[in-house]
């Protein structure tokens, strides 16, 4: 489980995510990350696809973006798929 940031109550923002590989496109490798993205009150599920440079966020439904701000959700977590690449 990954803390990304608090939501506008003070709940933690967390990410728990599973991580595949799929074979290579245009050369480079694309990383695939599945999880659920939630603060306690709230969860959703949510996919990551990332590139050697582009990533790509897909939600799915939830209230969790009455509670905390997309944007910087959609940020912290293009970060964490960027670090898990170069691990």
Request: proline fraction near 2%; charged fraction near 25%; hydrophobic fraction near 35%.
């Amino acid at each position: 489980m990954i803390y990304l940031t608090t939501d506008q109550f003070d709940q933690a923002v967390y990410f728990e995510l599973r991580r595949s590989e799929h074979p290579r496109r245009s050369g480079g490798a694309m990383h695939v990350l599945h999880g659920l993205l939630g603060n306690g009150v709230s969860e959703m599920p949510v996919t990551i696809r990332s590139g050697q440079d582009w990533t790509d966020v897909d939600f799915g439904k939830g209230d969790l973006f009455s509670f905390v701000d997309e944007r910087t959700v959609r940020r912290m977590l293009g970060q964490v798929a960027r670090e898990m690449e170069l691990h």
